[in-house]
Structures are given as C-alpha cells and as structure tokens.
C-alpha cells in the first residue's frame, strides 16, 4: 500500500504537504504546480486516503458494479491550475469516486469533442462549469445521464449542485450594510455563454444590482465591469488592477470594493497599494471563493469560501442515484461560508 511519505518523497515535499493537499486544506499555501503535482503522483500510485480505505461502511450508497464516469470540465487543464476552486470540485468528484470504487476519466474542455466513444463507454458523465446550450446537447446526445457540478443549466431534465450565489451576494451586502458601508463598487466581468456577452448576466453582478437597487443605494459608476472571459488566472489579476483604478478614480471614493473572485482581489489589492491607499482604513475590499492565499494577503482578505468540493462529492451521489433509478430530477445546494477578515469591518 502506498504511503503519503512515499509520495512526498517523489514529489519533493513534506509529508505534512501531502495530507494536506490530499484533503485539500483551504489553509494550504503552495503553488499550482506543486499541488497538481501531488495530486498526479498520488493517482499514478494508486494512493487511497485512510477516509477511503474504510470502505463503504459509512456510506449510505452501494458501490456500483464496475462503474465509470467521465469529468468534463468547461476549463483546459493549464486553466484548471490557476483556479483552486476548481481544482477543489474535480477532487470532491475524484474522492467520492474513490470511496465507491468508481473509475474516472477526465476531459478537459479542449479536448471535449476529439473522440465521443469515451463517453459512449461510461456509466454517466458529472460535469463541471457553465457549459453552452449547444455542448450541453452534444453531451446529452452521448446516451449517458448527465449531473452538472458548479452550474444549473436551463432544462430541467438535469441534476445539478450548486451554491445559490445570488442568495448569499445579497446576505454578504446584507452584512456589509450592517458594518456601515453604503457606498459599495462592484468589480466584475461580463457572462459569456451561448455565444452570446450578456453585460450584467453574471449571477453575482446581478443581484448586487438588484440589491442595490431595493435598497435605493444602486449608482451606476459604482459598478465597473471587463470584458473578460472567466478562465487564466493572469487574465483576472489583470482585470482586478485595471477596473480597481477606475473605481478608485471615482469621486467621491467608495467605502468599499467587492471583486467577483479573489484573483480579481489580488489584483486590486496592487491598485489600491499603488494609489497610496491603506486597506482597511481608505478602502475596504471583500470578495468571493476564499482561495488559500486570501488569508495570507496583508492585509487579509475576507471572502466568501465555495464549497468546491462539497459540490463535487455531491454530484458523484446524485449521479449514483440516477443509475440506481432515481426517474426525477434533483438540484441541490451546497451553502456557503463567509470568512471574516481585516480586509473589510465584519457585522457586529
């Protein structure tokens, strides 16, 4: 049986790095590189987590005989490595997948279309991320049950997980409200998707405006979108810092900055630092997905931590209950959590 000393061995970390990534401690600070080099070491030796090699004593599924699934994911591999968050749904799936001795093949969102037999030959196919109409149908032409992990697509013949992010932007201004902020800036970029740019389609973008609006605080300067698309992590540093500066041209400035995610945050993190602005004291920053490095910030950042991969394992029991002959549909919601830091004053 293969040890987490063994792979750290392998890999050039500690021990402790291992476990660590292995059940993908949000407190863990180490690069992309690293940890996708852990994860890969640990799948190519076979590593089984203590959690898994219990077996299913604990479990209220049954394994499924020789099952098999396809992850498809709407990111490229290199994409993926930017984004923890993402990284932390395709390990939920892979753990859950572990645990009911499941096998997995992965496809990335490049390499979707080159050969359909692969999900012709699985059991069903969990995917992950916002997808197209038109790849939602050339998935569901493959006769195999589809869950869909991180998005709700617009059939409802589809299971899927999900955090109800309009919800909790509306509790986290809620919250901000409460702290005494009224002049709240919203960075964010634009939804692509069908084709198609839909200017404030973007779930969070959305209910800050509808938010705003119903408390008669909406300013339409205070919302500076890009058009970028959701994917590179370089790509979101960049379009922190560059919409940071219109908002803090602004007059008068805002009491506070929410970024749609927290590389958008690093991002303005680096503008305000260069205006000669402190951070809480000038301008206060909030954002969305709670990454590792949010807490190592200075100062740090409160965010909104996802549960990645509480949606991940999710979708693994959904897809089990579809190949047990469950007939309905189920949507399910994996709650968030805020994590209250300096970066901003908390309610109360």
């Not at 792979?7 to 990534?21: C, E, L, N, P, Q």
């Not at 997808?131 to 032409?141: C, E, G, K, M, P």
């Not at 004291?281 to 990645?308: H, K, M, Y």
Request: proline fraction near 6%.
């Amino acid at each position: 049986m293969v040890t987490i000393k063994e792979i750290a061995k392998a890999v050039g970390v500690s021990s402790a790095t291992v476990s660590r990534v292995l059940n993908y401690d949000p407190a863990l600070s180490i690069s992309p590189a690293k940890r996708q080099a852990v994860i890969e070491t640990a799948e190519a030796l076979n590593y089984a987590t203590p959690r898994s090699r219990k077996g299913l004593a604990s479990l209220s599924l049954a394994p499924l005989p020789l099952a098999r699934f396809a992850i498809v994911h709407f990111l490229q591999s290199t994409e993926e490595l930017a984004d923890p968050y993402y990284i932390g749904v395709r390990l939920g799936i892979e753990a859950r997948c572990r645990e009911i001795k499941a096998e997995i093949a992965k496809i990335y969102h490049a390499d979707m279309a080159a050969d359909p037999q692969v999900l012709q030959s699985v059991s069903g196919t969990i995917v992950i991320g916002k997808q197209s109409n038109d790849v939602i149908d050339w998935l569901a032409a493959q006769g195999r049950p589809l869950v869909f992990a991180d998005f709700l697509p617009p059939y409802e013949r589809f299971d899927g997980v999900h955090c109800d992010l309009p919800r909790a932007t509306a509790d986290m201004l809620d919250a901000l409200e409460a702290a005494g902020y009224r002049r709240i800036a919203f960075i964010g970029s634009h939804e692509h998707l069908n084709g198609e740019t839909q200017l404030y389609g973007e779930r969070r973008c959305r209910a800050y405006i509808d938010w705003m609006t119903a408390h008669d605080l909406f300013d339409p300067s205070l919302l500076v979108l890009g058009d970028f698309c959701n994917n590179g992590q370089n790509l979101r540093l960049e379009a922190g810092y560059a919409l940071a500066q219109q908002v803090l041209a602004l007059q008068p400035r805002p009491d506070i900055v929410m970024t749609a995610n927290d590389n958008m945050a690093i991002g303005a993190y680096r503008a305000i630092r260069e205006a000669g602005l402190r951070i809480p004291e000038d301008i206060a920053v909030i954002s969305f997905n709670d990454i590792p490095v949010a807490q190592f910030l200075t100062p740090p950042l409160s965010s909104l931590r996802i549960q990645g991969e509480y949606i991940g394992e999710s979708a693994v029991d959904l897809m089990i209950e579809r190949l047990a002959g469950r007939s309905y549909t189920k949507t399910v919601t994996i709650p968030s959590a805020m994590s209250w830091r300096e970066s901003c004053r908390a309610p109360g």
